[in-house]
C-alpha cells in the first residue's frame, strides 16, 4: 500500500545552532511521501535578526515563514503542525509543557529534559492533551541503528558494551558565553553527550529494562567561572549481572578538534563496541552519526573454512543532508495520523520508555558522581518552572 503524501508544517522555538541544520535537511528536495515546510519561527532576538537567519538558509523561501517574537504568540496563532524546540536542555521542560498545554505537537531537543520527573510529567501531560511529544534522539533512528536492531538476534546475547561519546568542545576558542561553558545552560558532558553514548548502551541490550547504574565517577572541568563535568565514566549491569556496559563521555578529549575530526574521516577509532555471543559489532566514531558497522562473526557456523573469523564492513549511509529529517519523518507521519483530533487521553510519546530509562541513567549517574544544577532548573512544578525563565540570562 502507497503511503498518502503530507506536508508537515513545522514551527521552531529558537534560531540555535541545531537548528540550522535541522532546518536544511527539512528542506533539501524530498522525494518520499513525507515533505516537510517551515511554517513560523519564535525568537528572543529580533524580527530583523530572525530575517537574516532565515535568508541565510538556502532552499527556504524566507518571506514565507511567519515570525514571532514570543513563543506565546506563536503558540496561539501559529499555522503549524509540529513544534521543533531547540531550546538549551533547562528550558526544554517549560517550554514543551507550554506547547502541550496549547494542544501543540513537539519535538524536543536531546536530552528531553534535565531528569525523568520532568519528562515522566511531560509524557503524562501529552497523553491526556492528545498530543504526540517525541525526543529529537535523531541517531536512533538512522539507517545504520536500524540494521542493528535487524541483527540483534544473529548476533545472539550482548555480554558487554563499551561506548564512548568525546568531542573536544571545550577548547580556548570556545566563547565563553557558549550553553556550553554556563552551568545554568545546561553545561556538563553528561547531559549533552553521555544521552548519545547511553542511547548505545540501549540499543545493544535492546531494550533491557532491569539495566541499572552501578558506577559513576567524573572528572571536572574548570571553565574558569565554575567547574562542569567533562570525563565521565558510568558502569551499567544488567538485572542478574550478566551483562555489562561501560560508557565514557568527554568534552576536552581528545585532545585537539583536529584530531576528533580525524576519526571522524578514518572511521576506524571505535566509538561503540557490542560483544555478543556471536559476533563483536564496532561502531566508528562518532557514535551520534554511524554510516558504517563493522562485524566480526566468531559463531561457528559463520566461520571461514579455514576457521578464522569472518569480517564485515556494511555500509548503512545517511541518505541526504546531516540526517536530522529522519526522526523529523517519524513524527510527522504520527501527527498525519491523528488529523487536527486531540483526543483528551489519546496521546503518544515516541521513544517514551528508551527516553525514561537514559534519564533515569543519568539522573543516577549524576547522583553517584555529583553531577548537581540549581534546583530551580531540575523541578518539575509549576512555579519553579516559571522561576527557570527569570534565572536563564541569555544573550
Ligand atoms: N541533535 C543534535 O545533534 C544536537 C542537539 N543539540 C541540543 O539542542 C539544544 C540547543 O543546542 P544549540 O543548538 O547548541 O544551542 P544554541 O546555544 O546554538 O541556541 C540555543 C537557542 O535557544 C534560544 N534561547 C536561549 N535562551 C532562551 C530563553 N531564555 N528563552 C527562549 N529561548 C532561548 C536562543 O534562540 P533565539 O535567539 O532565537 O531566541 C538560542 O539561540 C540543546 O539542548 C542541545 O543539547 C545541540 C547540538 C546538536
Ligand atoms: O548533540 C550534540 O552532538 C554533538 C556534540 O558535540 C554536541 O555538543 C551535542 O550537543
Keep these: 500500500m502507497t503511503e498518502s503524501k503530507f506536508t508537515c508544517r513545522w514551527a521552531l522555538l529558537g534560531l540555535s545552532n541545531i537548528a540550522k541544520t535541522f532546518l536544511d535537511d ?15 519561527v519564535s525568537t528572543t532576538s529580533s524580527k530583523e535578526k530572525a530575517q537574516q537567519w532565515l535568508a541565510e538558509r538556502s532552499n527556504l523561501d524566507a518571506s514565507r515563514v511567519q515570525i514571532y517574537t514570543t513563543f506565546e504568540e506563536m503558540l496561539q496563532r501559529g499555522e503549524f503542525d509540529i513544534v521543533y524546540i531547540s ?16 494542544g501543540r505537537h513537539v519535538l524536543v531537543e536531546k536530552p528531553a529534559t534535565m531528569n525523568k ?81 547511553l542511547t548505545w548502551v540501549d540499543l545493544a541490550f535492546n531494550g533491557s529494562p532491569s539495566t541499572k547504574v552501578a558506577f559513576a565517577k567524573t572528572i571536572t572541568y574548570d571553565t574558569g567561572k565554575e567547574l562542569i563535568d567533562d570525563i565521565n565514566t558510568v558502569v551499567l549491569n544488567s538485572g542478574d549481572g550478566s551483562q555489562v556496559a561501560i560508557v565514557t563521555t568527554s568534552m576536552t578529549l581528545p585532545g585537539s578538534t583536529k584530531h576528533s575530526d580525524k576519526l571522524a574521516v578514518e572511521k576506524v577509532a571505535p566509538s561503540v563496541r557490542i560483544e555478543a555471543e556471536n559476533a563483536q559489532v564496532s561502531i566508528p566514531f562518532p557514535l551520534i552519526r554511524p554510516q558504517e558497522l563493522h562485524i566480526e562473526w566468531y559463531k561457528k557456523e559463520k566461520l571461514s573454512k579455514d576457521g578464522s573469523e569472518v569480517r564485515e564492513t556494511v555500509s548503512k549511509p545517511v541518505e541526504r543532508g546531516w540526517g536530522l529529517w529522519y526522526q523529523a519523518d517519524v513524527i510527522a507521519r504520527e501527527v498525519q495520523i491523528r ?19 537514559i534519564l533515569e541513567w543519568m539522573d543516577t549517574a549524576r547522583g553517584l558522581s555529583g553531577i548537581v544544577y540549581d534546583d530551580a532548573l531540575e523541578a518539575s512544578s509549576e512555579k519553579m518552572s516559571s522561576h527557570v525563565y527569570a534565572v536563564l540570562a541569555f544573550d
Excluded at 488529523?339 to 530509562?357: F, M
Design 26 to 40: 527539512l528542506t533539501l528536495p524530498q522525494e518520499g511521501a513525507i515533505q516537510h515546510s517551515l511554517s513560523c
Design 117 to 197: 520527573a520532568q519528562f515522566e510529567s511531560l509524557s503524562a501531560l501529552a497523553k491526556s492533551a492528545g498530543v504526540v511529544l517525541m525526543e529529537a534522539m535523531w541517531t536512533r533512528y538512522l539507517p545504520a541503528v536500524q540494521y542493528l536492531q535487524q541483527i540483534l538476534p544473529q548476533i545472539g546475547k550482548v555480554k558487554r558494551v563499551f561506548s564512548d561519546l568525546s568531542v573536544p568542545i571545550a577548547d580556548e576558542d570556545m566563547p565563553r558565553s557558549s550553553r556550553l561553558l554556563d552551568k545554568q545552560a545546561g553545561a556538563g558532558a553528561m547531559l549533552d553527550m553521555g544521552v548519545y553514548a
Design 87 to 102: 531550546t538549551p536542555h533547562p528550558l526544554h521542560y517549560a517550554h514543551a509543557k507550554a506547547a502541550i498545554k496549547h
Design 339 to 357: 488529523g487536527a483530533s486531540r483526543t483528551q487521553g489519546t496521546g503518544l510519546v515516541i521513544g517514551g520508555d528508551e527516553t525514561v530509562r
